[in-house]
């Protein structure tokens, strides 16, 4: 039955549209619906514990970058990376699908905003390949597979690209990667090439990857990992002479059917988005920054001053769950909402959520809470992407968290079912309700 779930999904929609050339479209699914039976899915505690070790490491990011991790790296053989905690940056992240090699085969993949290279499990697994849905990449098996030479600008590119000092095997030949999340998940393997297509159509015929000898973490038992990036290393950035700079998503909600997809290339939507700028922002240039400016319950701003939104730079992120706000303006938000569900039951904090009802999303009216971002647009927020239902305890709890220092994080559940373009080439970021119909 699982497999069968699993085979709906992969063969499901036809992932090129035939009529637009140079678009890229990718379903897009929920690992919770993906990796059936439930058994294998994460558990809520799972999830919020491994959120705030993405926030953790999305922060030291910002606040380090340009200090480059230096880990030490024997010669022709693959670091090891202390393993704590067994929880990985997989779990809140969406997947889909990619084609690589000759002939190309299928593989499911994390999508990330937050990361660069892209990278999958692949034999002989050196050192370590965690248990993953469906076969493992055998480079034997590609007739098109090549290895990148240190000595190239791809390789010395990863330190930009991963953070991470890249190696180089004993006889001087081959480039290693090495992809660390801040948590107990990376994948440190060889930096390679090969044929990337999406159905019958090739792409790239030499997209630039890793091919990971060492990986350990959850990833939601998918294959690797897709980097979407602002970095041109990223699969944005190698398919971007293509298709245009350009990217637009919509993340389907786990409890309902409707389906999500990713877009690569420049949006060629009918509906009509509200634009805010990306914002260049030069502490790690690779990820997405926007201003947030107001947020507002039902017809009133939560009046905090201009001032505390500024202090903190604000991302926009694929793969973290929870929003993060600077404290007072999630104090101020966290009061309204409490105001205008006055006559909910409270229930107690529950881990980093500590604005919480007796009940679920549904059973709760509707504080109507807008996020305003700059030059106006607003995200206007449905139930779904306010509140987190807590199912085994019988609580929903407001989908936002302060504490994070100065950086914000627009996570997850406020992007759900909306359309979300990343306009990368002309710099503006839009979203429009009911992308994933
Ligand atoms: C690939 O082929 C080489 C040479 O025949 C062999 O040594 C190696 O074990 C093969 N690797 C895999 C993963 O099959
Ligand atoms: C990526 O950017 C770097 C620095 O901006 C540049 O040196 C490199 O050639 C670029 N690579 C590609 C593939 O465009
Ligand atoms: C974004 O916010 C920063 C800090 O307040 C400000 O300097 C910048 O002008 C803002 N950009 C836009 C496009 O609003």
Known sequence: MAFLLLLFFLLGPSTVSSRSIDNIILPLHHPQLVYSPPSLSFTVDDIIQSDEYRVKNLISRIQYSGEVEQKKMSEGSFVKIPLDSGLSLGVGNFV???????????????????????????QPCLVSCYDQEGPLFNPNSSTTYSTVACSSSDCSGLVKATLNKPGCTKDGDVCIYVASYGDSSFSVGYLVKDRLSFGKSTKLPDFTYGCGQNNVGLFGKAGGLIGLSKNNMSMLGQLSTKVGKAFTYCLPTFKSTSSGYLSIGSSKSTQSFSYTPLIQNSLDSSLYYVNLTDITVGSDSISVPASAYAAASTIIDSGTVITRLPTSVYVALSKAVSKSLSKHTKAPPYSILDTCFKGTYRSLSDPKIGLVFADGAKLKLAPINMFYDIDYKGITCLAFAGDSGDVAIIGNVQQLTFSFSYDVANSRLGFAPGGCT
Not at 99 to 121: F, R
């Open 96 to 122: 889909t699908k990619i084609q690589l090699g000759t002939p190309a085969k299928e593989y499911i993949m994390v999508v990330d905003t937050g990361s660069t290279l892209t990278w999958l499990q692949c």
